[in-house]
């Protein structure tokens, strides 16, 4: 907007993937309903590199979220944000770490202030917040600071050169991992195996995602379907939206690349157990299918495989 008074603007989010992902529609709307200001994001460094071509930020600081006893960065990070000129901070992390962050700032230079922060200027004054879709709190979150309309993820600005994991020409994902300390949120990998194989016999190529920690998981699929592409330790972000914008489809456990796939419209089948709730975190695109059991050993291959809705 052109009589905008906010010409330097922060915006801080330092969540995973999942919560990054989600996030892609609120940080569009704060570039829309502020054009012409300077907007730095304050991330995590997984993220800088991703960003960099989204058009939503003109500069991206990093964040090694210090720990309390690391004083040293807190007194630098303290310097950056008050030298840092910003008149409003668009907190879409909203958690108690970034709430210490609006105190460092200090009373009299407090910039204005979207969030949680207890005496911020722009409050997400809903008590109920917390039991909201992700999508839906920040949409509500924005609207209070006077952000009336946020749009859709949009991954169009991606690219990445895809064509070195020479794959075949109709592929599905399978993201079989997750966080290693909730084991509870991913169905059996013999399940993903036995879905590989199941794929193959429909001239399906099954392409597996994940880090190199979870690389034993694509060597116990691949043992029993040898045609499953194994990717793991392979993909950046830009490969994985890139991915999922051309394959077949993707099926996975509630975890951070399967948020993507769903941004990027591939069609996607996403495994709910008890350990989360798809009513807070499911995620969000234009051909989504979630499939929750308290516990996914009792989720079959036949259940999964017929909710993918194939392109």
């Given at each position: 907007?052109?009589?905008?008074?906010?010409?330097?603007?922060?915006?801080?989010?330092?969540?995973?993937?999942?919560?990054?992902?989600?996030?892609?529609?609120?940080?569009?709307?704060?570039?829309?309903?502020?054009?012409?200001?300077?907007?730095?994001?304050?991330?995590?460094?997984?993220?800088?590199?991703?960003?960099?071509?989204s058009g939503y930020f003109?500069?991206?600081?990093?964040?090694?979220?210090?720990?309390?006893?690391?004083?040293?960065?807190?007194?630098?990070?303290?310097?950056?944000?008050?030298?840092?000129?910003?008149?409003?901070?668009?907190?879409?992390?909203?958690?108690?770490?970034?709430?210490?962050?609006?105190?460092?700032?200090?009373?009299?230079?407090?910039?204005?202030?979207?969030?949680i922060a207890r005496g911020?200027?722009?409050?997400?004054?809903?008590?109920?917040?917390?039991?909201?879709?992700?999508?839906?709190?920040?949409?509500?979150?924005?609207?209070?600071?006077?952000?009336?309309?946020?749009?859709?993820?949009?991954?169009?600005?991606?690219?990445?050169?895809?064509?070195?994991?020479?794959?075949?020409?109709?592929?599905?994902?399978?993201?079989?991992?997750?966080?290693?300390?909730?084991?509870?949120?991913?169905?059996?990998?013999?399940?993903?195996?036995?879905?590989?194989?199941?794929?193959?016999?429909?001239?399906?190529?099954?392409?597996?995602?994940?880090?190199?920690?979870?690389?034993?998981?694509?060597?116990?699929?691949?043992?029993?379907?040898?045609?499953?592409?194994?990717?793991?330790?392979?993909?950046?972000?830009?490969?994985?939206?890139?991915?999922?914008?051309?394959?077949?489809?993707?099926?996975?456990?509630?975890?951070?690349?399967?948020?993507?796939?769903?941004?990027?419209?591939?069609?996607?089948?996403?495994?709910?157990?008890?350990?989360?709730?798809?009513?807070?975190?499911?995620?969000?695109?234009?051909?989504?299918?979630?499939?929750?059991?308290?516990?996914?050993?009792?989720?079959?291959?036949?259940?999964?495989?017929?909710?993918?809705?194939?392109?």
């Amino acid at each position: 907007m052109a009589d905008d008074p906010h010409k330097n603007i922060l915006v801080i989010k330092l969540g995973a993937l999942g919560d990054i992902v989600l996030a892609l529609g609120p940080f569009a709307a704060i570039r829309q309903h502020h054009p012409h200001s300077k907007i730095t994001l304050l991330t995590t460094p997984a993220f800088e590199k991703f960003f960099e071509p989204s058009g939503y930020f003109d500069e991206i600081w990093t964040d090694t979220r210090p720990a309390l006893w690391q004083v040293p960065d807190w007194l630098n990070l303290k310097s950056r944000l008050r030298q840092g000129g910003f008149t409003r901070v668009y907190d879409m992390q909203t958690s108690d770490r970034s709430g210490w962050y609006f105190r460092l700032f200090g009373s009299k230079r407090r910039p204005e202030w979207s969030g949680i922060a207890r005496g911020c200027s722009h409050p997400h004054a809903n008590p109920e917040r917390d039991f909201m879709h992700s999508i839906e709190r920040q949409e509500e979150q924005l609207a209070m600071a006077g952000i009336p309309t946020v749009p859709p993820a949009d991954l169009s600005w991606v690219t990445a050169d895809t064509k070195r994991f020479d794959l075949a020409k109709r592929y599905v994902l399978l993201v079989p991992g997750g966080a290693p300390h909730r084991l509870a949120k991913r169905w059996p990998v013999a399940r993903y195996a036995e879905l590989a194989q199941t794929l193959t016999g429909q001239d399906i190529q099954p392409v597996i995602l994940g880090s190199l920690a979870e690389a034993s998981l694509a060597q116990e699929i691949r043992s029993v379907c040898s045609s499953a592409k194994d990717l793991c330790g392979m993909t950046e972000l830009t490969d994985i939206a890139a991915l999922a914008g051309d394959a077949a489809g993707a099926i996975g456990n509630d975890t951070g690349p399967i948020h993507m796939t769903a941004a990027a419209g591939c069609p996607t089948v996403v495994l709910f157990s008890a350990a989360s709730d798809p009513a807070l975190t499911a995620p969000r695109g234009t051909d989504i299918e979630v499939l929750q059991r308290d516990n996914l050993v009792d989720l079959s291959v036949e259940s999964v495989a017929a909710a993918l809705r194939l392109r």
